[in-house]
Nanobody
Framework: QVQLVESGGGLVQAGGSLTLSCAVS????????MGWYRQAPGNQRELVAV???????NYVDPVKGRFTISRENAKNTVYLQMNSLKPEDTAVYYC?????????WGQGTQVTVSS
């Protein structure tokens, strides 16, 4: 079992920044993939960014150049730095881990961007 706990969400004005954190209950060094997804009201959950245990990253086009995903293995934590936030970034953000072939999700943290 792997528990993921997100934090750092909140209300921010357009153009502002937030940093989300995902604390993982196990060592993330052997976690193949970690990432962030988001789900806006009425929409399906969508991928935002992923990072492999080798440090390779990938972003969806709407967040490229604005969001940065990183991992700190010593703290078993994954981060999502979000800059230049837009109202369309408003969603519940979920941390994700692929660990030994199983998918794990956090409970989500709300991000609201006001115009």
């Amino acid at each position: 079992q792997v528990q993921l706990v997100e934090s750092g969400g909140g209300l921010v004005q357009a153009g502002g920044s937030l940093t989300l954190s995902c604390a993982v209950s196990r060592s993330i060094e052997s976690t193949a993939v970690m990432g962030w997804y988001r789900q806006a009201p009425g929409n399906q959950r969508e991928l935002v960014a992923v990072i492999t245990n080798g440090g390779r990253v990938n972003y969806v086009d709407p967040v490229k150049g604005r969001f940065t995903i990183s991992r700190e293995n010593a703290k078993n934590t994954v981060y999502l730095q979000m800059n230049s936030l837009k109202p369309e970034d408003t969603a519940v953000y979920y941390c994700y881990a692929l660990y030994r072939g199983y998918d794990y999700w956090g409970q989500g943290t709300q991000v609201t961007v006001s115009s």
